[in-house]
């Protein structure tokens, strides 16, 4: 899943854009200022942020500014009210990759969430596909040599990230804060299990096991783990 930060001191907007976002697809984690915002990106790996700019503590311009001036590459989408040219230019030459103004519509954020992400990856094509595997995210659908496979929401998530990351081993850790926000139960064994129902979905050799490292999908499986 694409894990994304939600910086909004609005609680019934950052509470809708949670949520509208987790139903779109998103890991959506939601904090309420500037400070708090600067403290989860020293310690989470996000794909991007939504950030409101009149925050409290810290602007969201001069935090924005501060991710730029550490030489930080990650898509940052502003949401604002602040709808004026020279705002929006101040913006970009912040550092902002897109700007999307208030009222949002959640279906447009989530649009320009996929355009940015995927700008940052170096992925022109919105549809993924690596070894026999075709996933469409904005579709959220999945074929492996021609033929449609069911998922189920996690389950597409995860092979969405090891198709983003192909040839990339990624351990447990990386994996469950990839699938799971902040403060969610995560039992012992969950990555596991939705590795074995991808493998019984798709193909076995399709999902490597580096032991005592983690989990890669090779974009030419050879077959067996390691």
Request: overall charge negative; proline content about 5%.
């Given at each position: 899943m694409t894990r994304v930060l939600v910086v909004e001191d609005d609680p019934l907007l950052?509470?809708?854009?949670?949520?509208?976002?987790r139903?779109?697809?998103?890991?959506?984690?939601?904090?309420?200022?500037?400070?708090?915002?600067?403290?989860?990106?020293?310690?989470?790996d996000f794909a991007a942020v939504v950030l409101d700019l009149g925050l409290p503590r810290l602007d969201g311009l001069e935090l924005l500014r501060r991710e730029r001036a550490k030489?930080?590459?990650?898509?940052?989408?502003?949401l604002t009210a602040r709808?004026?040219?020279?705002?929006?230019?101040?913006?970009?030459?912040?550092?902002?990759?897109?700007?999307?103004?208030?009222?949002?519509?959640?279906?447009?954020l989530a649009a320009r969430l996929r355009a940015i992400v995927?700008?940052?990856?170096?992925?022109?094509a919105p549809v993924l596909e690596v070894a026999g595997l075709r996933l469409d995210p904005?579709?959220?659908?999945?074929?492996?040599?021609g033929q449609p496979v069911e998922l189920k929401a996690k389950?597409?998530?995860?092979?969405q990230e090891f198709m983003l990351n192909v040839d990339r081993v990624l351990s447990r850790t990386q994996i469950e804060e990839r699938l799971y926000a902040w403060g969610s139960e995560v039992e012992s064994n969950a990555v596991e299990v939705h590795i074995h129902h991808l493998r019984r979905k798709l193909a076995p050799e399709l999902i490597r096991t580096v032991r005592g490292v983690g989990y890669v999908l090779p974009r030419n499986p050879a077959g067996g783990d390691d």
């Open positions: 950052g509470d809708a854009v949670q949520a509208g976002l139903q779109r697809g998103y890991d959506a984690d939601w904090v309420k200022d500037g400070v708090a915002a600067e403290a989860a990106l020293r310690t989470t030489g930080s590459p990650i898509p940052v989408l502003v709808d004026a040219i020279e705002d929006r230019i101040k913006g970009f030459d912040t550092g902002a990759d897109d700007y999307v103004i208030k009222p949002v519509d959640l279906d447009e995927r700008r940052s990856r170096g992925e022109p904005a579709a959220r659908t999945v074929a492996y040599r389950e597409f998530n995860l092979l």
